[in-house]
Structures are given as C-alpha cells and as structure tokens.
C-alpha cells in the first residue's frame, strides 16, 4: 500500500514539472511571436521624430553652436518706411516690424524682432512652457528730440513706459562700456531678470533717433551676441 502511494506522489511530481516546463515554453513563443509582429519604425521614421520637450526638464537649456566666425549672412532686410536697411544671419527668422501708430505719443518708432531659429523650433514644440519664449534679438528705434547722449538717454530712461532701459547704475555687472563700430559710438551693457539680455545703443548722424539693438536669452546662447554685433555694425554702415 505505502508502495502504492509513493508511486502515485511521483507520478504528480513528474506531471507538475512537465506543466511548468510546457507553461515557460509556450510564454517565450508568445513572446517571440509578439515582437515579429509589431512593426518597427525604419531609420528614417525614428530621425523624423522631434523630440518632446519635458516639462520637468530645466527651460534654460544650450544653444550648441558658440563660433561667430562662420556666420553665413545671406539675407538683407530693407524698410523704406523706417529708412533702415541690416543684413542678418540664416541662423535668425524673417525680421518681423511691429510699428508704432502715429496718432500714438510715445517715444518709440518701431520694433523689428528677429528669432533665432533652433530655439523658435523647441519652443513651438514645447507644450508645457508658459514663460518666457525664444532667444531673440530686438531692433527698436526712438525719438530723441532733446537730442542727449547715449549715456544719459540709458541712465534717464531705466524705467521710462515703452523704452525701460533696465539699467542699474550702481550693479557691478551693468557698468556701461562704450567703443566704436565702423567709426561710430556706441554703448554697450547688459542686464539679468527672468532671462538676460545684452543691449548695444548708438544714434544717426544728428542724433535724432536712437537704435538699441538687444538681445533677450533663458539659454546660454552663445551665439546670439555674435548675431548681435553683426546686426549693429550692418545698421551703423548704412545710416
């Protein structure tokens, strides 16, 4: 009888291993079927891709590109209106005009924004992103009637509605340099809020009209200020 049972608890033992041997067979070829038949993306799908910005990752992310020496300038931007004429390079958006209405009475003619691209392309593609927005440089042109300095004009009119300055005499990083583009004056500073901004101003012959030309950053844009000079030396050529 004990023979019996002992042959009957062998032949259950047997039976539970070859059970669990069928059941990890039969998982790996369903596994194995699965992955033939889910379609993988080519090389060229994967590359058309974009990436999803994360919301969680740091906004203030590196523009890559840091040299200016090989800047190509290929576009020419030209507005009778505002007789100014600047080439830009082929890393910066179509210039963009905002003018001021003339019935308004406000010291500043007219604004021309220009984007510079591969931050335009993240932030379009960012939908978790509401402040701030992509690198750009600002063309903005005022009345100066009183016909004052550089210095005084950026000192008097720190917070002055449609042109705020933002510079702070007495911070140690905001300190005025002046130097000449294309034998004409200009003075150059700089100042940090949200993001940061480099700032050159220079004026016409009878200094009638000021140009600052500025740039606005909440990267490491290294290249940006290359575009900036480029920008102010090619308006100072030709007015």
Same mark, same amino acid.
């Given at each position: 009888?004990?023979?019996?049972?002992?042959?009957?608890?062998?032949?259950?033992?047997?039976l539970?291993?070859?059970?669990?041997v069928?059941?990890?067979?039969?998982s790996?070829?369903?596994n194995?079927?699965q992955?033939?038949?889910?379609p993988?993306l080519t090389?060229?799908?994967?590359?058309?891709?974009?990436?999803t910005?994360?919301?969680?990752?740091d906004?203030?992310y590196t %523009?890559t590109t840091?040299?200016?020496? =090989?800047i190509?300038? !290929?576009h020419?931007? /030209?507005?009778?209106e505002? #007789? &100014?004429?600047?080439?830009?390079a082929n890393?910066l958006?179509?210039? %963009?005009?905002?003018?001021t209405?003339? =019935?308004?009475?406000? !010291?500043?003619?007219? /604004?021309?924004v220009?984007? #510079? &691209?591969?931050s335009?392309?993240?932030?379009?593609?960012?939908?978790?992103?509401?402040?701030?927005?992509?690198?750009?440089?600002?063309?903005?042109?005022?009345r100066?009637?009183?016909?004052?300095?550089?210095?005084?004009?950026i000192?008097?009119?720190?917070?002055a509605p449609?042109?705020?300055?933002?510079?702070?005499?007495?911070?140690?990083?905001?300190?005025?340099?002046?130097?000449t583009?294309n034998?004409?004056k200009?003075?150059?500073y700089?100042w940090?809020g949200?993001?940061?901004?480099d700032?050159?101003?220079?004026q016409?012959?009878?200094?009638?009209?000021i140009y600052?030309v500025?740039?606005?950053?909440?990267?490491?844009?290294?290249?940006?200020k290359g575009d900036l000079y480029?920008?102010?030396?090619?308006?100072?050529?030709?007015?």
């Amino acid at each position: 009888m004990k023979q019996k049972i002992s042959v009957i608890s062998v032949a259950i033992n047997i039976l539970l291993v070859l059970g669990i041997v069928i059941y990890i067979v039969l998982s790996s070829l369903s596994n194995t079927s699965q992955s033939k038949t889910t379609p993988l993306l080519t090389t060229q799908e994967s590359e058309n891709i974009p990436p999803t910005p994360d919301a969680s990752e740091d906004i203030r992310y590196t %523009i890559t590109t840091s040299s200016t020496e =090989d800047i190509n300038i !290929p576009h020419t931007y /030209t507005s009778e209106e505002l #007789d &100014i004429t600047f080439e830009y390079a082929n890393t910066l958006t179509k210039p %963009i005009a905002r003018i001021t209405p003339s =019935d308004e009475d406000r !010291p500043d003619i007219a /604004t021309i924004v220009l984007s #510079d &691209i591969e931050s335009k392309t993240w932030w379009d593609a960012c939908e978790h992103c509401y402040e701030g927005g992509p690198d750009q440089i600002d063309i903005t042109l005022f009345r100066n009637p009183k016909r004052i300095s550089l210095e005084e004009w950026i000192i008097t009119n720190k917070d002055a509605p449609y042109i705020y300055t933002n510079y702070e005499p007495f911070h140690p990083s905001q300190q005025m340099k002046t130097f000449t583009i294309n034998e004409r004056k200009i003075v150059e500073y700089s100042w940090v809020g949200l993001g940061s901004s480099d700032v050159i101003v220079f004026q016409n012959e009878d200094n009638s009209i000021i140009y600052r030309v500025s740039t606005y950053s909440l990267s490491n844009n290294l290249r940006l200020k290359g575009d900036l000079y480029h920008l102010a030396s090619s308006i100072l050529s030709k007015i």
